[in-house]
């Protein structure tokens, strides 16, 4: 049986690999989201990652979380869902991961996180079928890309790359338009997220505990499915067009939500 030493030992050697390959300087190797992270006592952290998906969708989620495993810093774990795939309500402590339907709304996937300060406190994942039950979009590559990348927002991680038609940089935090390339973390992701967990957090379960008791109620019931739920635009690409959102409830709480739009229509809606 393979053990979690070696199969981290043997995902970062392929990480390196694949990074050694690039350009010097073609990768953003400092790529974190704001300082936003996980609080947590010691290092590597569990984090849940709750299935509320279809069973098309079950082995994509594996795969994102063997892939966010090799990192020292963090374990994932499959686990049971605590919500609906339409509504994918948030759960303290946790990911929601979910997929449905969602609309014709310009959209592939999006991450949200809730915050009290600068620490995560939950967060959704929503994969928009929509496109995925679509000839262009329903491919093992396209689904390990969104997948992987909305997975990694949550983390605490930004793209590396926002540009869809340069050279892939072997990282599903890399935007693109032939992702056959990009469906996996590399080693700039596990660097990282080294550098973002670095530091302890003290006591992480008494931090937790005391943002949920003081957290507004509506942080867990919202349905985050388009622009008109995310909140004010807080973030854009280097044309303009929105890819953060945020939704402020006060005193440090906020709900932050990264857009992976289509290639095609990207932030337009």
Known sequence: ??????????????????????????????HAWSNYHWARSKNPF?????????????????TTSSDWSVSNVLDTTVVAGQSSQRRCRASTGRVEVCNGSYGNNGWLGIASIS?????????????NDTYFNTAQ????????????????HIFGLDHQDENFNNQNLGTCMDY???PSSNQHPNAHDYEELSIIYSH?????????SQAQSDAPPAMEQLY???????????GRYADGR???????????????THVFWLPESRGTR
């Open 200 to 208: 302890l957090d003290g006591s992480a379960a008494a931090k937790l």
């Open 224 to 234: 985050l499915a388009g622009p008109a739920q995310w909140g004010r635009v807080i």
């Open 176 to 178: 693109t338009n032939s």
């Open 115 to 127: 915050v009290s300060g600068s620490h995560i406190t939950s967060g959704t994942v929503r994969v």
């Open 137 to 152: 979009y329903n491919t093992t590559a396209w689904r390990n890309l969104v997948m992987c990348q909305e997975v990694g």
């Open 46 to 62: 569990t984090l849940g990652l709750g299935d509320n998906l279809s069973s098309v969708w079950d082995p994509y989620l594996q």
């Open 1 to 30: 049986m393979e053990t979690k030493l070696s199969k981290r030992s043997a995902g970062s050697a392929v990480a390196t690999a694949i990074a050694m390959t690039l350009l010097a300087g073609s990768a953003n190797a400092d």
């Open 242 to 256: 929105p890819r953060v959102y945020e939704l402020d409830f006060g005193r440090g709480y906020k709900i932050i």
